[in-house]
């Protein structure tokens, strides 16, 4: 059983551009969660998505971030028009259905030029 | 508003000894508190859990130990080994598929 998985491991964004990243969760996990992590901090929570469904969105900035999760492939976190201050390490974790355990992917380290 | 305070930020512990890490909660609606552990360059992987109808968790060298009065919980590492060395967050969330609120993170160095 694959673990969860994400792509790109490594972006690399100028100023302005847009940074797509991917999110595969475990086989029948249905729930996703967006992480961000800074240097020297805990991870922050951003999103959590289920199938074509944003349940929480409420630690993710208003302007320039979204996600979602389609009925089919990956979760999306996407950020337009990216800033220095984006650069950060994103994590996704999936978890089932009514199950507290959230397994983490190994992130996309986002870096903003 | 941090609500899950984490203490010490880095740690150091020599081959053998007892490492131990400790948080503190806010809200009294959290009712799952895993442990994760985070080697450079990689993603967070779960450790231990606890919930707060037991006092302590032990599995292997690793013991959660859980005080709902105070609020806090606590990871002890046993025997500490140099393969040990790596982050290590608690957090806390309320049960059913809700976020996790991570504490920010002690870094543990065990030498030999």
């Known amino acids: 059983n694959a673990g969860v998985m994400q792509n790109p491991r490594h972006l690399v964004r100028r100023r302005g551009q847009e940074a797509r990243l991917r999110c595969s969760p475990m086989?029948?996990?249905?729930?996703v969660y967006w992480y961000r992590q800074l240097p020297e901090e805990g991870l922050k929570f951003m999103v959590y998505?289920?199938?074509?469904?944003?349940?929480?969105e409420s630690g993710m900035p208003k302007e320039r971030f979204s996600a979602e999760f389609p009925k089919e492939g990956p979760s999306i976190l996407r950020i337009q028009q990216v800033v220095r201050g984006d650069s950060a390490a994103y994590f996704c974790a999936s978890s089932p259905a009514h199950k507290e355990t959230q397994y983490f992917g190994p992130g996309t380290r986002l870096l903003v030029l | 508003q941090q609500q899950v305070k984490q203490s010490p930020q880095s740690l150091i512990v020599q081959k053998g000894g007892i490492s131990i890490i400790n948080c503190a909660y806010e809200?009294?609606?959290?009712?799952?508190f895993p442990w994760y552990q985070q080697f450079p360059g990689k993603g967070p992987a779960l450790l231990i859990a606890?919930?707060?109808?037991?006092s302590e968790k032990k599995e292997g060298r690793f013991t959660i130990s859980f005080n709902k009065s105070a609020k806090q919980f606590s990871l002890h590492i046993m025997d500490s080994q140099p393969g040990d060395s790596a982050t290590y967050f608690c957090?806390?969330?309320?049960?059913?598929?809700?976020?996790?609120?991570f504490g920010k993170g002690t870094r543990l160095s065990v030498i030999a």
């Open positions: 957090a806390a969330m309320i049960t059913g598929n809700t976020p996790l609120v």
């Open positions: 086989k029948g996990h249905s729930h």
């Open positions: 606890i919930r707060p109808d037991v």
């Open positions: 809200n009294t609606a959290f009712d799952y």
């Open positions: 998505l289920q199938k074509e469904n944003i349940i929480d």
